[in-house]
């Protein structure tokens, strides 16, 4: 079994769009109809697999992102991933060394949403592993 991807209800699809595609997402895909309301689906370049999925339903805004408690994006290069995201109009918080080369930042979706954005050591697997937690 495998995790496929994250389904987060938003309440603007236009203003959730122009800030997942300014992080780095782009567009896979579209499901117009559903049961849940329209889906929108994201990747994330060099991602052969889509990871997340904007689900937008006007009826249905947005009113508690308690049950998130963030998602986790990772960067090869912190310093010019939030430079980036600061040309775009999108504020993240000042990086934090972690040690060992590894570094975090923080931003907020237009719902809420709290996005980690995460720096790798060199030679790091793609993601995180239970060697991570070997003590």
Same mark, same amino acid.
């Given at each position: 079994m495998r995790m496929l991807h994250l389904g987060l209800r938003?309440? !603007?699809l236009d203003r959730s769009l122009a800030f997942?595609? /300014?992080v780095g997402y782009t567009v896979a895909g579209r499901v117009p109809e559903t049961p849940f309301g329209s889906l929108t689906m994201l990747q994330l370049p060099g !991602?052969?697999?889509? &990871?997340l999925e904007l689900v937008h339903d006007p009826a249905r805004p947005v009113t508690d992102t308690g049950a998130v408690n963030h998602l986790v994006v990772q960067t090869d !290069?912190? /310093?010019a991933t939030v430079a980036d995201l600061a040309a775009k109009g999108l504020a993240a918080e000042p990086p934090v060394d972690m040690g060992e080369g590894m570094s975090t &930042?923080?931003?907020t979706d237009p719902d809420g949403y709290r996005i980690e954005l995460v720096q790798w050591p060199?030679?790091?697997p793609e993601g995180m592993t239970a060697a991570d937690f070997v003590e």
């Open positions: 938003v309440t !603007d997942y595609t /300014a !991602d052969p697999f889509i &990871s !290069d912190m /310093a &930042s923080w931003l060199s030679g790091h």
